[in-house]
């Protein structure tokens, strides 16, 4: 199976723009979850999405919101980008299965988006 | 907030040695993962230890877990130049909905010398 895809794979972007990342799970797996990783806070939880749905959401401002589409690809959007948004953004996909035992097991991972605000 | 704090934050080892990393976390967890970082880029999985376990293996990566001190070990035996990279150990944090995606540590950065 093809692993987690990402695009673009860098972007620069100055304050005040909004981008939209990119993310296609590994096929079969239908939750997808993004992490934002800076050198000084680590790797930290945006959201997850199953089913089209917004599970679970880190604590991230408003600015930062996400979607997933019915073939459980998904996308992330921060708007109004401040200089302290430049990180690497992590999506993950699982087989996760509500209520199942082996949900919580490993996530997967892309590579990553590299976003620098300038 | 991080759930899981390795120790130590870096490490340097000969090629061919042994590199033992450490995690503790602050949570009752289901399990707990290592995952390996190369240079900025995605994370790879590599070993999940379950509550119930005490020690697992695989290949030359040995991980123990002592749930009464909320902590975990990862052990890399006969490292390799390839094995430089950093290691993360991470939970899933858990509220009313389910779990709140993983809790990662803050990350050991191994480098091998040749």
């Known amino acids: 199976k093809a692993g987690v895809t990402q695009t673009p794979r860098y972007l620069i972007k100055t304050r005040g723009q909004q981008v939209t990342l990119s993310c296609s799970p590994i096929s079969g797996h239908r939750s997808v979850s993004w992490y934002q990783q800076t050198p000084g806070q680590g790797l930290q939880f945006l959201f997850e999405y199953f089913s089209e749905t917004q599970r679970n959401k880190g604590n991230f401002p408003g600015r930062f919101s996400g979607r997933q589409f019915s073939n459980s690809r998904s996308e992330m959007n921060v708007s109004t980008l401040e200089l302290g948004d430049s990180a690497l953004y992590l999506c993950?996909?699982?087989?996760?299965?509500?209520?199942?035992?082996?949900?919580?097991?490993?996530?997967?991972f892309g590579p990553g988006t590299r976003l620098t605000v300038l | 907030s991080q759930q899981g704090e390795e120790d130590p934050q870096a490490l340097s080892i000969q090629e061919g040695e042994n590199a033992t990393m450490n995690c503790s976390y602050k949570?009752?967890?289901?399990?707990l993962q290592w995952y390996r970082q190369n240079s900025g880029r995605g994370l790879v999985h590599l070993i999940l230890i379950r509550s119930n376990e005490r020690e697992k293996h695989s290949g030359r990566l040995r991980v123990t877990l002592d749930t009464s001190k909320k902590s975990s070990s990862l052990l890399i035996t006969a490292s390799r130049a390839a094995d430089t990279a950093s290691y993360f150990c991470?939970?899933?944090?858990?509220?009313?909905?389910?779990?709140?995606?993983?809790?990662f540590g803050k990350g050991t950065h191994l480098i091998i010398q040749p």
């Open positions: 993950a996909s699982r087989p996760f299965t509500s209520g199942g035992s082996s949900s919580y097991n490993e996530q997967f």
């Open positions: 949570t009752s967890i289901n399990n």
């Open positions: 991470a939970t899933w944090a858990y509220s009313g909905g389910g779990a709140d995606g993983l809790t």
